[in-house]
Nanobody
């Protein structure tokens, strides 16, 4: 069992940066793949990035590739999403997730956080 808590969201101007954190409680976090998803208003939740339990490999949605970086520190039971060159279309609630599978589908992940709001102003 893993409990996930996101933090680091907020309001930022277009072109700015934010770093999201995902703190995990549970001894087995280092065994799980970890991912970030997001959900914009009136839209379905979508995949952002995922990283394997060991820290490599990682995989990104085309919409964030080259701007976002996913990472993790298993010693701290924490995952991260560094977001640079933010755009208004990145505005969404961002969720971290953990699971045994490594993929871009919500079905690959068993544990979810409550989400953190990211708002990018133009």
């Amino acid at each position: 069992q893993v409990q996930l808590v996101e933090s680091g969201g907020g309001l930022v101007q277009a072109g700015g940066s934010l770093r999201l954190s995902c703190a995990a409680a549970g001894r087995t976090f280092s065994s799980y793949a970890m991912a970030w998803f997001r959900q914009a208003p009136a839209k379905e939740r979508e995949f952002v990035a995922t990283i394997a339990w060991s820290g490599s490999p990682s995989y990104y949605a085309d919409s964030v590739k080259g701007r976002f970086t996913i990472s993790r520190d298993n010693a701290k039971n924490t995952g991260y999403l560094q977001m640079n060159s933010l755009k208004p279309e990145d505005t969404a609630v961002y969720y971290c997730a953990a699971g045994w599978s490594w993929g871009a589908s919500e079905d690959d992940y068993d544990y979810w956080g409550q989400g953190t709001q990211v708002t990018v102003s133009s």
